[in-house]
């Protein structure tokens, strides 16, 4: 090969990565800016939230904690090749730190991810603000009337149901805003049923009931009474009684028996979802949730993400709509089928059906699975088929929800709820003394190994000493782009990887040389020796380094957190030194050779081994010194 | 006066002639009492794990306490001092900054430390900073590091290994695989070893920088093999060494590239280890530079004196070799009787003037280090062992 053309090709290399670092991957701002790599946590600090986690009110155990924490860890780095840290503190608290400004990226990390597969067994208006002051509705309802409004409009009006927000958007006077109302009423029997064997519960919650009960007053006696939602739309006052529910905190709403919760009109959706997270997480009690704008209540969960084996997100071709598609385990997948099953024979006196023609749509009923996750319902399709392969999650995803939702469910769940602190600045562990003393290092060496080669190697010293610099010209433009890109952060484990592989490096030029040497020693002209020592070199370096490569391949897969991190820096600057030595010093030493120079022990340092030792002293006492 | 039988100039050449191989008895015992040293130590000493792994406690003061500012540096000072007051080997990490403005506060992590000591501690701080006590909180800090990655950097290594020697039985032979193989085990053996005997704390970095040991230890390995398999390529053929002084003679070829490429890659980690531990005392660059220093060095040295060993040792099994190496020596007996000291006939053609240099006594044996080839001029490589070109 012509090595003119090897260097026109790692020319393009440059030029191509170089177009990458300024102008791809967003990159913005001044010319510098586009030229800062992603520097990690230990040195340049970051963003620290803690979450405080409690398992049914009480302080979780060990081993919870310890789960909980790794999947925070899976998820934290599943936003990158970031390297958090997640610690432990005292017996309930987890402290994530992220490089950077991350606030954002911290926000949904400590979500427990409980995936519940519930029937939809009833529903209900949220109402609260009318129920509670129907006579001056107007200038209260934009207020609490809010989520409501916004919520029902995604309520599919087709269904005929009356329900329209009035209530809440038109702040008109009389308006009942009941939602899916009469449709609804008959469903008053269905709670009652699960209402009646109230699930046993812990003293914990039987004081917080206790609690709510004299703050409310005579209220709580009204809700006791209650056997199904209060109809607001006959009686637009029959909300009333219940008027003191509705200063309750998501925690106190949260202490009530979900029958209470529901049927009690003044409980407003706001409040529901302000309850702590895992409030509705238990399989084997029904709950009730908030889904378009309505409360529903919802059965016990027959199907749980644990029976899932595999969610990936997809987007469906038909319809244009990022979806979560789910393959069930074997066990997972009997369950679903069964579910679905009840779902789509339901006949029409069953309180599903009666729920899921309230939300209903023109056609055929079925009964309406909710997917819960967390305290929200994400959708509650109607079941159309018996379901026995894959399934799919529709809502309202774009394609970053849906693959949060997907490493989600992949990364299991948090067997602990948290409640979260807020995000603060945290300076850097490590810090600019050594940052500083890393890079002091990293010159050092180079300067090392730049005497040591100049020293032994004389000119071909220049050959190693150029390209390792560009080497490290190739690996800091990947290191920005990539920083940018997939968020690889450089920490200063990172920096000793990339002073450990300079070695690394320098030590391929060793290789090629001593075999320069040795077929010059056996009587070859340079011209004829570069070639040969290239070939026989060339196979050892490219076995030695499929090593390292292998290495830094299977630690990144396998590993997580800093090892990762030193893994991909192993990985990027081997791949990097086999191109400089591909397209850089090969190419180099073949224009060399024909040089008249290159023999000449001043210049080279090969052509010593073509002399008696005799006549070349002072070579070899300084060989002696190497 | 320098001549060409200085040990430098034979070493430049590649004509060191050390007998490595030869002597693999001796190798094989050292490294057995390495090895029982270490494991012993491992049991014994046990290892001195760091924060990130074993929990520690945390400390934090606040950065303003009425009116006053205090600094990190001040800070990490009062804590470290008073931690060591009550612990004198106790690691400290660096103080942290948390928050801003008013709320906010710096937070210093050291190792694990009982009730008492931590209420020593504090009080220390206190009265170090003027602050009062009860502004320093103190908490309990489970392992950073945990389980998780551990496991997982161990299911890496345990997946690349097994990968690993599939590319060495394929590319070279499994014999090959199997002698670098060792020669990994007992670097890791022996860098673990050091760690647990001197005590050196075993932190996050410390594993980075073991995992590191690994490619290149094997890295250097495989260069001294692919030198190996080059030197016996078709050595059955011929009958001029056994396989063990082949092997040698390779060793000693590749002696200068394995010193060179030592030293090119030990300094720059000694650099970092210089700048991390002469300058700037404990952290991250120390325990990065001090476990790379420790593991590389050791690789380099086992890639000579056991990889070696160990490949011809059991390439001395193989039955085509062992009736190779007795074919050798049976016909190197015979020979013995009549030829003088001075080199074997078949060779004579190819001295050089290190040939000249009185070599092994007796001559018959071709001492290690010898060139099969080292014409000064013209020809090349006419009298190579058959097969050796490509």
């Known amino acids: 090969m012509h090595p003119g053309r090897q260097l026109g090709v790692l020319g393009l290399v440059f030029v191509v990565l170089y177009l990458l670092v300024f102008f791809a991957a967003g990159a913005s701002g001044s010319w510098k800016q586009r030229l800062e790599p992603k520097l990690g946590l230990d040195l340049i600090g970051g963003t620290q939230a803690t979450y405080i986690a409690s ?191 509705a200063s309750l905190t998501g925690a106190e709403v949260n202490a009530l028996d979900p029958a209470m919760q529901f049927n009690v009109p003044t409980i407003s959706c706001k409040q529901l979802d302000q309850r702590p997270n895992g409030s509705i997480d238990d399989v084997n009690s029904t709950v009730v949730a908030c889904y378009n704008g309505a409360k529903v209540q919802l059965d016990k969960a027959e199907v749980v993400g644990d029976d899932i084996s595999q969610a990936a997100p997809q987007l469906d071709s038909t319809t244009g709509q990022w979806v979560v598609s789910l393959d069930f385990k074997s066990e997972g997948q009997k369950k679903w089928a069964e579910l679905t099953r009840k779902a789509f024979n339901a006949g029409a006196t069953e309180p599903c059906y009666i729920a899921a023609s309230a939300f209903g749509s023109s056609g055929e009923t079925h009964c309406s699975v909710a997917v819960v996750l967390d305290k929200e319902v994400i959708s509650a399709p109607q079941i159309q088929a018996v379901l026995t392969g894959q399934s799919q999650i529709t809502g309202d995803f774009d394609a970053v929800s849906a693959k949060k939702l997907a490493d989600q469910l992949n990364f299991g769940a948090i067997p602990v709820t948290f409640q979260a602190g807020p995000a603060q600045t945290i300076t850097a562990t490590v810090g600019d003394q050594q940052l500083e003393a890393g890079l002091l290092a990293a010159a050092i060496g180079l300067g090392l190994v730049a005497i040591y080669a100049f020293f032994y190697y004389r000119m071909l010293g220049l050959v190693i000493f150029l390209s390792l610099g560009l080497s490290a010209l190739l690996t800091f433009g990947a290191l920005v782009f990539l920083g940018r890109s997939i968020g690889f952060t450089l920490t200063l484990a990172g920096i000793v990887g990339f002073i450990v592989s300079l070695g690394v490096a320098a030590d391929s030029f060793v290789i090629y040389f001593e075999r320069l040497k040795d077929e010059i020693h056996e009587g070859r002209s340079p011209r004829s020796a570069v070639p040969r020592a290239w070939q026989r070199a060339k196979r050892t370096i490219l076995s030695a380094n499929a090593i390292t490569i292998m290495c830094a391949v299977v630690l990144y897969i396998v590993s997580i957190g800093q090892v990762q991190g030193l893994a991909f820096a192993l990985g990027l600057s081997t791949v990097l030194d086999l191109l400089v030595v591909f397209l850089f010093r090969h190419p180099i030493m073949t224009v060399l050779a024909s040089t008249k120079a290159f023999l000449s022990p001043r210049v080279s340092g090969l052509g010593r081994v073509l002399r008696s030792s005799q006549t070349e002293e002072p070579v070899s006492s300084r060989v002696k010194e190497a | 006066m320098a001549n060409s039988s200085s040990l430098a100039n034979r070493l430049y050449r590649g004509e060191a002639n050390i007998n490595i191989v030869g002597r693999r008895k001796m190798w094989f015992t050292i490294a057995g009492v390495l090895v029982l040293i270490a494991i012993g130590s491992f049991f014994i000493r046990t290892f001195h794990l760091g924060i990130e792994f074993a929990g520690g406690s945390e400390f934090s003061v606040p950065a303003q306490v009425a009116g006053k500012t205090i600094t990190q540096d001040a800070v990490y000072d009062a804590v470290r001092t008073a931690v060591h007051a009550v612990e004198p080997n106790a690691q400290v990490n660096a103080a942290q900054q948390v928050g801003a403005g008013a709320e906010a506060n ?23 900073l003027g602050v009062a006590e009860s502004d320093i909180s103190d908490q309990q800090v489970s392992s950073a590091w945990g389980g998780a990655v551990i496991n997982k950097a161990l299911l890496g290594l345990a997946i690349f290994l097994v990968l690993v020697t599939a590319y060495l039985v394929v590319s070279f032979e499994w014999r090959m695989a199997a002698a670098a193989l060792a020669s990994l085990v007992l670097d890791l053996l022996i860098t673990a070893g050091v760690y647990s005997l001197v005590g050196f704390e075993v932190t996050p970095y410390t594993v980075i920088g073991f995992l590191t040991i690994l490619g290149y230890a094997l890295y250097d390995v495989v260069v001294v093999f692919d030198k190996v398999r080059e030197n016996t390529r078709g050595i059955t053929a011929g009958s001029t060494r056994t396989y063990a002084e082949a092997t040698n003679l390779a060793v000693n070829q590749t002696l200068m590239r394995s010193l060179n490429t030592g030293l090119v890659a030990l300094l720059p980690v000694g650099g970092v280890l210089f700048i991390g531990a002469g300058l700037l005392g404990a952290g991250t660059l120390k325990d990065l530079g001090l476990v790379l220093f420790v593991g590389m060095g050791v690789g380099v040295i086992s890639s000579i004196v056991f990889a070696a060993p ?81």
């Open chain 2, 106 to 128: 710096f937070k210093v992590r050291s190792a694990a430390l009982t009730a008492t000591e931590m209420s020593d501690v504090k009080q220390a701080i206190a009265t170090d």
């Open chain 2, 310 to 390: 160990v490949l011809s040792y059991l390439k001395d099994q193989e039955p085509k070799i062992k009736s190779h190496n007795a074919r050798v020596l049976a016909r190197r007996a015979q020979r013995s009787d009549d030829v003088a000291a001075g080199g074997e006939r078949t060779r004579s053609g190819n001295r050089t003037a290190s040939d000249e240099v009185p070599a092994f006594a007796g001559g018959t044996t071709p001492r290690p280090g010898a060139r099969p080839v080292a014409k000064r001029q013209g020809g090349g490589a006419g009298n190579r062992p058959g097969g050796k070109r490509r």
């Open chain 1, 55 to 245: 398992q049914q009110g009480a302080p979780p155990n060990k081993e919870d904690m310890e789960t909980a924490r790794e999947i925070i860890e899976q998820r934290v780095n599943a936003l990158g090749v970031s390297e958090a840290e997640v610690v432990i503190q005292s017996d309930n608290t987890i402290v994530v730190s992220l490089a950077g400004k991350a606030e954002e990226q911290l926000k949904s990390l400590a979500q427990a991810a409980n995936m519940r597969f519930r029937l939809l067994t009833a529903v209900t208006g949220d109402v609260s603000s009318v129920a509670v002051d129907p006579p001056s509705a107007a200038p209260s309802a934009p207020a609490s009337g809010a989520p409501a409004a916004s919520g029902s409009p995604s309520v599919k009006p087709s269904s005929g149901a009356p329900k329209a927000s009035t209530g809440g958007q038109g702040g008109g006077a009389e308006a009942p805003s009941p939602s899916v109302t009469p449709s609804a009423e008959p469903s008053a029997a269905a709670p009652s049923a699960s209402a009646a064997a109230p699930a046993p519960v812990t003293a914990d919650i039987k004081a917080q009931r206790e609690a709510v009960a004299k703050k409310v007053g005579a209220a709580w006696a009204a809700a006791e009474k209650l056997t199904g939602p209060v109809d607001l739309t006959t009686d637009p006052t029959a909300g009333l009684p219940f008027k003191a529910f």
